[in-house]
């Protein structure tokens, strides 16, 4: 299966997310906008936060903070509603997932702050313009997810795992991967590993049951790519037992007006 | 004059600071060690100063942020202690600048908040490495440092104006300058401006008198190169009136052990 792109127009995918009309991943949507992970916190927690994300910039690159208590990004994607234009949440409590849900109207309050993160999908569109073709696309899926056995640097009380993304490139290819995910910083820049899985403590078959995705086949010649992840957040509010924390569901992406080339070495 | 490197290691500097045997700028010593701003801020304005920073990484780029409470350094240099290891001091509360001292043993409390930010005396060494010569180490000085009519993104209750910090340079070096400079992301990066300082607002017969420096003079062929500078928080201190705020006295930094090539590209 190809995956289909239905919405090319940030804009437009944000309406249907308002309007109830999209609920699927955003994974090869939009190709050439910037996506974006979530993670929204009470105000006092919002410095430590925003800490770890300074002391672990390649899974916490932020793009975006909004003022406490606002959920209007003024950004990214200007007038964007943080509440309903993402195509499904999370919401942990004590680090645990009390529910799923498609808007924040009824339960967001005067004390929230978000964060939007960068996200890979924003480069796999430019590695697909590049001529690369990425086996999760053409499953219709997004790339595999998986918790690492390498440690966050800690901020306050945050900590966890950093969580990675997988995919596998002919090896006298690799170069030129590195070279081209590297000048976007902001959305996790080049790899933190590549080559054996093991290492990283990570069974390719095994894409974790949270976060998902399409397990990476790695084809002869082909090595595998990981790098740091937007859902890491989300490990974290589990292993620091967060009292709250909201987070887009894992795929379902906040898609920005930005595009890729104003996120070139920022 | 030519200014006389009186210390090469940043431990023994760091130790006369402490032993009350340096109470002068640190410009021109230690080359090659990465040079620090300091801002100390209460717990309750950290979240708000750490997203002034991140969202003016040009005047304000983050080293290493301290937990609350602790004055001593972790990473940028281990057990380095923000209370005594800089030559001078200055207390600002809601935005005047009310004593400086050679030490804040006595006004620490267990709820402050140490912010290190990079600092172009680091590049000055690199440029002089180079081969460039800088009039204010002829001269024993530090960079002239002005006020633009630049105004920083505001964050919660931090504004105020871009201070930068300017040097010249022959026409045809300027791309070198600038390629060079753009390498050190953590210590200002590339300038914010090149050319004509009545743009910016600037006399460069006139540093400000708040932050100093060597008036810059240009030679024939000289075209004004302006960076972002690390006394931007004092400004910023002054214009939001912020109720208690430590720094750096201007030119007298702290001197972290980490080297400059381990700031490249950072």
Request: with cysteine; glycine share 10%.
């Amino acid at each position: 299966m190809t995956e289909a792109i239905h919405y090319s127009d940030p804009k437009a995918l944000r309406l249907a997310c308002r309007q109830g009309q999209w609920r699927s991943s955003t994974s090869g949507q939009c190709p050439g906008f910037v996506q974006a992970n979530l993670a929204i916190l009470p105000r006092d927690l919002a410095f430590d936060f925003l800490l770890f994300c300074h002391r672990n910039p390649r899974p916490c690159p932020v793009i975006e903070v909004t003022e406490p208590g606002d959920p209007i990004l003024r950004e990214t994607a200007h007038g964007a509603d943080l509440r309903t234009d993402l195509p499904a949440y999370r919401v942990f409590r004590d680090g645990e997932v009390v529910e799923e849900r498609t808007d924040l109207l009824d339960i967001w309050t005067d004390d929230l702050v978000g964060f939007l993160l960068g996200c890979s999908y924003t480069f796999d569109a430019v590695l697909e313009k590049s001529g690369f073709s990425l086996a999760h696309h053409a499953e219709g899926r997004e790339p595999g997810v998986y918790v690492s056995n390498i440690d966050c640097r800690p901020a306050g009380r945050f900590k966890g795992p950093l969580i990675v993304s997988a995919r596998a490139f002919a090896g006298d290819r690799v170069t030129e991967v590195v070279e081209l995910t590297s000048r976007f910083r902001k959305t996790h820049g080049g790899p933190v590993y590549v080559g054996d899985p093991g290492e990283l403590g990570i069974d390719l078959a095994k894409p974790d049951s949270e976060y998902g995705g399409f397990p990476l086949h790695l084809e002869k010649g082909q090595v595998p790519l990981f790098w740091a992840c937007g859902v890491t957040p989300q490990a974290v509010a589990r292993a620091s037992r967060v009292p709250l924390m909201i987070t887009h569901k894992p795929g379902h992406m906040f898609v920005s007006d930005l595009t890729v080339d104003e996120v070139l070495r920022d």
